[in-house]
C-alpha cells in the first residue's frame, strides 16, 4: 500500500510537469502564430492537421510557406505536417529533437512534438527578422579558438585528445599491414593447394589389369564426384572439368 501511493505519487507529478509545459509551448506556439482557436491543453486537436505548424513557420520567417492547403482529407492533413519536419530539418533541426508524421497525426508521441516545437523556438533565435518571444535556452554554438600568432593555443584537453587519436591512427596502421601480409599468405597458400589439387585430378592412377569391370566403374563415379566438387568450390573451370571428365570416361 505505501510503494502503491509513493507510485501514485509521482504519476501524479509527472502529469501535472508535462501539463505545464504543455501549456508553456503551445502558449508560444499561440502568442507567436497569433491564433486565438489555439486550444494549449489539447496539442492533437490543435497542431493534428499541419495548418497551426506551417503558420508558425510564417510568423519566424515570412514566406517559408507559399501555400498553405487546408483540408479534412487525411492525406493533406499528413502531407502538412510532413512539410513542417522537412522545413525545420532544413532550418537545422536535430534528428533527436524532430518528430515523426504519426507521432503527432494519430498521438503516438505527443512529447516528441513538443520537445520539436521547443528545439523550434531555440532555433528561431538564429533566424534573422524574428524578435520572439522564444522559450528554453538559447542553441549552444560551435566555439573555434583562434590559434595564437607564433605559436599554438592547445589545451590539456585537445592535446590528450590529438595524442589518442595518433594512437588510434598507428594501431590502425599496423593492423592494416597485419591484414596485408595475412591476406598475402592465404591467397598463396589457396593457389598452391588449388594447384596440388589440380594435378591429382588430372594423374589418375591407372587401374590394376586385375580389377573387375564393378570396380573400375565405382573408380570412375568417384574422380567424377570429386572433380563436380572441385568445379562447386571454383577450383576447376567449366573448360578444365570437362577436359578432365573426357580423360575419366575415356
Not at 500500500?1 to 509521482?10: D, F
Request: proline residues 2%.
Amino acid at each position: 500500500e505505501k510503494y502503491n501511493k509513493k507510485k501514485m505519487g509521482h504519476q501524479r507529478a509527472f502529469t501535472q510537469k508535462w501539463a505545464e509545459r504543455q501549456e508553456e509551448i503551445m502558449g508560444w506556439v499561440k502568442t507567436v502564430t497569433g491564433d486565438s482557436s489555439i486550444n494549449t491543453k489539447d496539442v492533437h486537436a490543435s497542431l493534428h492537421d499541419g495548418l497551426v505548424l506551417l503558420a508558425l513557420l510564417n510568423a519566424i520567417k515570412p514566406g517559408t510557406i507559399k501555400t498553405i492547403k487546408k483540408s479534412k482529407i487525411k492525406f493533406m492533413q499528413m502531407e502538412n505536417v510532413s512539410i513542417f519536419i522537412k522545413k525545420v530539418r532544413e532550418w537545422g533541426m536535430k534528428d533527436v529533437d524532430n518528430f515523426s508524421t504519426i507521432d503527432l497525426y494519430e498521438a503516438k508521441d505527443l512529447n516528441q512534438v513538443l520537445q520539436c516545437l521547443e528545439a523550434l523556438s531555440r532555433l528561431s533565435r538564429n533566424i534573422s527578422g524574428f524578435n520572439g518571444p522564444y522559450i528554453g535556452v538559447k542553441e549552444a554554438t560551435e566555439n573555434i579558438r583562434a590559434p595564437v600568432k607564433g605559436g599554438s593555443r592547445i589545451g590539456l584537453f585537445e592535446r590528450n585528445a590529438m595524442e589518442t587519436q595518433k594512437k588510434l591512427d598507428n594501431f590502425k596502421a599496423s593492423n592494416e599491414k597485419a591484414s596485408g601480409m595475412q591476406k598475402d599468405y592465404s591467397h598463396t597458400h589457396t593457389r598452391g593447394k588449388k594447384e596440388e589439387e589440380k594435378k591429382t585430378v588430372a594423374t589418375p592412377p591407372k587401374p590394376s589389369s586385375s580389377s573387375t569391370s564393378s570396380s573400375s566403374d565405382d573408380d570412375k563415379y568417384a574422380k567424377l564426384e570429386k572433380l563436380h566438387s572441385l568445379k562447386e568450390r571454383g577450383i576447376l573451370t567449366e573448360t578444365e572439368f570437362a577436359n578432365e571428365k573426357k580423360k575419366i570416361l575415356g
